[in-house]
């Protein structure tokens, strides 16, 4: 089969090439997909560059353990594994593998399921890791009621963009953040307000929300603690610097402290793969409650572009390989 794959950590255009490669084996729990779209979150950069260094404790600390990247998917069901039982030969299907960037991939079965017959296969890859980290993020950390104030930091972005949608669709009053260009995406979201972060900050006009979620920026907690009600919560769900060390997960790893200090909660964010939010997250699709934004798709040969596009930030939304 063909599929994009790595012999070293490095950047996108330095060690990804296409290559032809037996079809990976599957285990009983798992099922072998024939992948129709991939989507690029920003956790594929991190596996694949194999920063920041702890990442490689997971991956391999000289080299990838595994050599294709990719974990957003949709595609068909082609053999699944004797303890299967939740799907078949055939059906069509949306969630998390591991090595979505070539023509076969294998997924275990508790982390896809059926894609909803009027949800396109672009449509459900660019879908599940980021809009899960949303999904969790405003549900689980944030406890986010109806009527409540949150403000979405890097809106535009994957997770950003379904964040706004989801708060929007549980009735809260959404702020969302981006850059000058981006505004009218966020807008179009479902956004109430739209803050132009190279022109305004997060504390102008006084405003507090109840919920901040913050995928870029990378704002102190304190700057953060200054725009939150007394009993306001704050998820850090990412926020690129480029140091090899910890990257700009510092942030997170001092929300405990934080919390402890204050009324306000502080916590980091690590998405949950399970069948049920999956699952939660076909129904909002197929409802038209979420739509994901497409900024751009790349065929399976481009891939090394598609990451690239994603770290230079110019994406509105999500990018997409079409295989």
């Known amino acids: ?21 037996e079809p990976p084996a599957i285990g009983d729990d798992e099922v072998l997909l024939r992948v129709h779209a991939a989507g690029v979150e920003r956790g594929t950069w991190h596996l694949m560059a194999g920063l920041p260094y702890p990442v490689r404790a997971a991956t391999g600390l000289r080299a990838p353990k595994t050599p294709v990247r990719g974990r957003e998917v949709a595609g068909r069901v082609e053999s ?27 997924a275990k079965a508790a982390k896809v399921v059926l ?56 009735g809260a009053h959404v702020t969302g953040m981006c850059t000058t260009g981006k505004v009218d995406l966020v807008r179009d979201l479902g956004a109430d307000d739209v803050l132009d972060h190279t022109k305004q900050d997060i504390t102008d006009g006084g405003r507090h929300y109840d919920a901040i979620i913050d995928t870029g920026g990378h704002r102190t907690l304190r700057h953060l603690r200054r725009a939150l009600t007394p009993r306001g919560c704050a998820v850090i769900v990412g926020s690129e610097t480029g140091g090899r060390l910890l990257g700009g997960f510092q942030r997170a790893l001092w929300t405990p402290f934080m919390s402890l200090i204050t009324s306000q909660r502080f916590t980091g964010l690590i998405s949950s793969e399970n069948t049920a939010d999956l699952q939660e997250l076909a129904t909002l699709l197929s409802a038209g409650t979420i739509t994901p934004t497409i900024d751009q798709t790349f065929p399976l040969d481009r891939t090394a572009d598609a990451i690239q596009h994603l770290q230079d930030g110019r994406a509105r939304g999500k990018v997409v390989v079409v295989i």
């Open 1 to 21: 089969m063909r599929a994009v794959v790595q012999d070293e950590y490095g950047e996108a255009h330095d060690v990804l090439r296409v290559a032809e490669i």
């Open 115 to 170: 894609r909803p017959d009027n949800v396109t296969p672009v449509r459900a890859a660019a879908t599940t890791i980021s809009a899960l980290t949303a999904l969790q993020g405003l549900r689980d950390s944030a406890k986010l009621e109806s009527g409540q104030h949150v403000l979405v930091i890097g809106a535009s972005g994957g997770v950003g963009s379904f964040a706004v949608q989801i708060a929007k669709a549980w």
């Open 80 to 106: 699944v594994g004797a303890r299967v039982e939740t799907l078949k030969p055939g059906d069509e299907v949306f969630g998390i593998c591991e090595g979505a960037f070539a023509e076969f991939a294998p």
